[in-house]
T-cell receptor, first 110, second 116 residues
Framework: DAKTTQPNSMESNEEEPVHLPCNHS???????IHWYRQLPSQGPEYVIH???SNVNNRMASLAIAEDRKSSTLILHRATLRDAAVYYC???????????FGTGTRLQVFP | ETGVTQTPRHLVMGMTNKKSLKCEQH?????MYWYKQSAKKPLELMFV???????ENNSVPSRFSPECPNSSHLFLHLHTLQPEDSALYLC???????????????FGQGTRLTVV
């Protein structure tokens, strides 16, 4: 399974943008980049995913490097509710596995 | 509400008990997953079912026995567990097959299991 590397923790102030990085230097051409987050005492929830182009949805934006070896999840205006562990995951067509790493714990301060 | 429902939400069981965890989804998904999350640890994938067939068993001890009678239901049968098996057990579902990498997974709220 291709691996991802994320910082253990990050901090932000409320209403500021947050850029959460993820390195995936061994990504293959068919791997999709997925992001999930896990709020305290809840199951993970889907945030966004992409293949090559940058993606936007109501929750966040995903910026993918041209060589696809890294990506950045962008929260445009952090809220207290965005405090969670954010997971960057690679998903390929050859397996049903969805493997989570340690993720980045995001703290948001008022 | 994610569309994936797990019952019970909390369970306390003795080491000699037999219990079952249930997961249900009506999202039309054909891949279902069991994960274990111990305190302060990442999610560990336990089992994957695709179209009712088990496609992954991540070296899980035999005291955990999964069952997938149809694409909408997934069970985890528990017997003779140990205190270290206490954890949050999460179920998830997603599209399987050729579109799996381009679709998201939906998680239930989990069952908080305590083995005493």
């Amino acid at each position: 399974d291709a691996k991802t590397t994320q910082p253990n923790s990050m901090e932000s102030n409320e209403e500021e943008p947050v850029h959460l990085p993820c390195n995936h230097s061994t990504i293959s051409g068919t791997d999709y980049i997925h992001w999930y987050r896990q709020l305290p005492s809840q199951g993970p929830e889907y945030v966004i995913h992409g293949l090559t182009s940058n993606v936007n949805n109501r929750m966040a934006s995903l910026a993918i490097a041209e060589d696809r070896k890294s990506s950045t999840l962008i929260l445009h205006r952090a809220t207290l509710r965005d405090a969670a562990v954010y997971y960057c995951i690679l998903r390929d067509r050859n397996t049903d596995k969805l493997i989570f790493g340690t993720g980045t714990r995001l703290q948001v301060f008022p | 509400e994610t569309g994936v429902t797990q019952t019970p939400r909390h369970l306390v069981m003795g080491m000699t008990n037999k219990k079952s965890l249930k997961c249900e989804q009506h999202l039309g998904h054909n891949a279902m997953y069991w994960y274990k999350q111990s305190a302060k640890k990442p999610l560990e994938l336990m089992f994957v079912y695709n179209f009712k067939e088990q496609t992954e068993n991540n070296s899980v001890p035999s005291r955990f026995s999964p069952e997938c009678p149809n694409s909408s239901h997934l069970f985890l049968h528990l017997h003779t567990l140990q205190p270290e098996d206490s954890a949050l057990y999460l179920c998830a579902s997603s599209q399987g097959g050729r579109v799996r990498m381009n679709t998201e997974a939906f998680f239930g709220q989990g069952t908080r299991l305590t083995v005493v």
